[in-house]
Nanobody
Framework: QAPLVESGGDLVHPGGSLRLSCSVSESVLDYYWIGWFRQAPGKEREGAACLMKDDLVAYYSDSVKGRFTISRDVSKPVVYLQMNSLKPEDTALYYC???????????????????????WGQGTQVTVSS
């Protein structure tokens, strides 16, 4: 079983909303951080949102702050990314990832240290277009 499996990507109009889901396998449940990254065509991958284990804190990049919300359902377990007020520049392949070994994957202010993220999903495509 893949450690992380994303779903929920779709084509949506500007201003619309979408919720992404990330199913988390038992092999990576003991993480320090779980987060969402994205990669737009021709651009480097960037962090969007991260959530500390036990929901202690969540951080967001400046580009999504106030519009995106990361949350989890411990009963499943699944991590979500609720995306509101979507813009064409949000178009990207969205990845779920975990930092299970270092604890240094994410910092206040939405700083993402990608080298510390250990496991990655295959991604789900989000396209924002009229």
């Amino acid at each position: 079983q893949a450690p992380l499996v994303e779903s929920g990507g779709d084509l949506v109009h500007p201003g619309g909303s979408l919720r992404l889901s990330c199913s988390v396998s038992e092999s990576v449940l003991d993480y320090y951080w779980i987060g969402w990254f994205r990669q737009a065509p021709g651009k480097e991958r960037e962090g969007a949102a991260c959530l500390m284990k036990d929901d202690l804190v969540a951080y967001y990049s400046d580009s999504v702050k106030g519009r995106f919300t990361i949350s989890r359902d411990v009963s499943k377990p699944v991590v979500y990314l609720q995306m509101n007020s979507l813009k064409p520049e949000d178009t990207a392949l969205y990845y779920c990832a975990t930092d299970t070994t270092s604890g240094y994957g994410c910092y206040e202010g939405g700083v993402f240290e990608e080298d510390y993220w250990d496991d990655w999903g295959q991604g789900t495509q989000v396209t924002v277009s009229s």
